[in-house]
């Protein structure tokens, strides 16, 4: 992360264990196809505590990384995680701001950004300072979900006014919780080339049962849950109009409820040539 920041989830232990399993569920789904050469250098910004980045190693182990993240607490964590799934991994961890790398120009052939951008007060900024690290025609992935693309069954206006609360919290603090539909035209706007954004769509039911505690409870809901004090504070809702959201939102991990949600993943290059 970085100090222009909006991260309305904190820095608990229960945060840290959510993140873990947000990207342990949603591994196949969003990491699918992202992998790099053997000695290519790739810069992950925003590693926080290495969930993603577990899975960055174990695509491409030949490949030469280094982990940003601002908080230092963060990437120690992120540092022990890795070295126990990775004793080798070639990952160099470094404390600093996105806004203001200490690398010189064209450092990175590859630069890999997940759930960073919609925690920024300045997302377009931070995707100019990335391609200026990139090297020609190196390559830049981000993901991004869109709170706006959760919808389940049965429905509850008290479930969705629950994660209204969590979005409009995160608008208050100067991020985007939608910003999943808005990559293309940031991507493009910040001077990047062949722009591919695709949709990658979690839907759980009954009949995933992983995917239900993995993603819809352990991850959505337990995020939504989060919000649940500053919520009250806010005067977005009453205790028991929230109480009764969260309650809806559990509801849907039952037999028969179902639950959907986008993510968004852009692929974009430098442009120019180079090697690497």
């Known amino acids: 992360m970085t100090t222009s920041l909006a991260y309305v989830h904190g820095y608990s232990a229960d945060e840290a264990r959510r993140l873990g399993d947000q990207a342990d569920t949603l591994a196949a789904l969003l990491h699918s196809g992202t992998s790099y050469p053997a000695g290519s250098r790739v810069l992950e910004v925003g590693c926080g505590v290495g969930a993603q980045t577990v899975h960055l190693v174990t695509a491409s182990p ?25 004793p080798a991994a070639r990952v ?30 300045a997302p377009h900024r931070a995707l100019t300072a990335l391609r200026r690290v990139l090297r020609p025609g190196g390559t830049l992935t981000v993901i991004e979900g869109d709170h706006g693309s959760a919808f389940f069954h049965p429905d509850s206006a008290y479930a969705r006014a629950a994660v209204d609360c969590q979005v409009r919290l ?17 991507l493009t706007d910040a001077g990047y ?17 992983a995917l239900v505690d993995g993603f819809t409870r352990d991850t959505f809901i337990a995020m939504i849950e989060s919000v649940r004090d500053r919520s009250l504070a806010a005067g977005l809702m009453t205790a028991a109009d929230f109480d009764r959201g969260v309650a809806d939102l559990h509801r849907t991990t039952a037999r028969d409820g179902t639950f959907h949600y986008t993510f968004f993943k852009a692929e974009a290059m430098k442009p120019g040539t180079g090697a690497g």
């Open 62 to 86: 030949q490949a030469e990384f280094v982990a940003v993240d601002v908080s230092a607490t963060s990437l120690a964590e992120a540092r022990d995680r890795v070295s126990a799934h990775f």
């Open 170 to 186: 995160q608008s208050a603090a100067g991020g985007d919780a939608l910003i999943g539909r808005a990559l293309h035209p940031l």
């Open 193 to 209: 080339e062949e722009v591919a954004v695709r949709p990658y769509t979690v839907y759980t039911d009954r009949s995933r049962p």
């Open 92 to 121: 160099r961890w470094l404390r600093a701001d996105l806004f203001d790398l200490p690398f010189p120009d064209a450092s990175f052939d590859h630069v890999f950004v997940c759930f960073v951008l919609e925690h920024l007060r």
